[in-house]
């Protein structure tokens, strides 16, 4: 199995960053502090980063195909202006329990944007919803505990999906047409692994890349066999999400929290919640436009 070990490219100190995403028009990583309410922006060509606070946890931020943003926050979907900093909402959510926030999202090849909520009580109360261009929301998913990471197979026949509660990488059958998922099963227990799955991303070889809540590292597999190969070993516990970039697209961003930490452990991981990279030797797919 291939090992790789992450460096730090910029120490956010974020409570609980996630959903990075690579920006290839503005050569940027792009990525959220959910607790901090904060959409962070980093540029490797400079080693700076900004921010942007709001008044909502947000859960992720993926960009639009007119030039703005889609958030994930706390309530529903929202679009940003990135020019002014403005927000309005597209569509709120429908939970059981209004204490339940979006979570983890990922837009698909069509420009749908897929995002779920995590239960404020760990329960199986939480959903996954579908937003579609004119802001039309659809829950596709109930009975999830953390919704987290989405990736598609590389014929949009298979979409793949974490529910960090259930400790488990589901697959779906996928019409790409009309977004319809069939048949969940199994596809990664991660039983035998250290931590629980968190966000996830897909390289060009259809292998995808798996951040462990808890376990220290991302792991890359193989979907058509189960098989585990590769790990990436990140100097920070609670590995929240990765994401490609970089100009050729070989760089693997990965997230981390603070969360999760009681003093002495942050005192033995002074990186936790930073934003880490390294190289690899395959490469990532660019990001899908939300077409809402």
Same mark, same amino acid.
């Given at each position: ?202 390289? %060009? !070889?259809?292998? $995808?890349?798996? /951040? ?6 991302? +792991? =890359?597999?193989? *979907? ?42 942050? %005192? !033995?991981?002074? $990186?936790?919640? /930073? ?6 030797? +395959? =490469?990532?797919? *660019? ?6």
């Amino acid at each position: 199995m291939k090992t790789y070990r992450a460096e730090p490219v910029f120490e956010a100190s974020n409570a609980l960053g996630e959903g990075p995403v690579w920006d290839g028009e503005n050569r940027q990583v792009v990525w959220v502090d959910i607790d901090g309410k904060e959409l962070w922006r980093y540029r490797p060509e400079t080693g700076m980063a900004d921010r942007t606070a709001f008044d909502k946890k947000i859960g992720a931020a993926v960009p639009a195909r007119d030039g703005s943003w889609v958030l994930a926050m706390q309530d529903g979907f929202y679009r940003l202006n990135p020019a002014t900093g403005e927000t309005a909402l597209i569509a709120a959510t429908d939970e059981p329990n209004p204490a339940n926030r979006l979570n983890d999202g990922k837009v698909d090849r069509s420009g749908r944007f897929w995002a779920g909520t995590i239960s404020a009580k760990w329960e199986k109360d939480g959903s996954l919803y579908l937003l579609e261009e004119g802001g039309r929301l659809t829950r596709k998913l109930t009975g999830i505990v953390c919704s987290n990471g989405l990736a598609w197979n590389e014929d949009d026949s298979v979409m793949y999906y974490i529910d960090t509660g259930d400790g488990a990488v589901f697959a779906f059958d996928y019409r790409a047409g009309d977004g319809t998922i069939a048949n969940r099963r199994v596809l990664i227990d991660f039983a035998g692994e250290e931590g629980n799955p968190d966000g996830m991303t897909i390289d %060009a !070889e259809g292998m $995808l890349w798996i /951040a462990h809540w808890g376990g220290w590292q991302v +792991t =890359r597999w193989d *979907p058509r066999t189960g098989r585990k190969l590769a790990s990436v070993s990140v100097p920070a516990k609670n590995v929240t999400s990765c994401t490609f970039g970089g100009e050729n697209l070989d760089e693997l961003y990965i997230t981390s929290a603070r969360n999760g930490n009681d003093e002495s452990e942050l %005192a !033995e991981q002074p $990186l936790a919640g /930073a934003l880490f990279r390294i190289k690899t030797d +395959t =490469r990532g797919l *660019p990001v899908h436009m939300a077409a809402i």
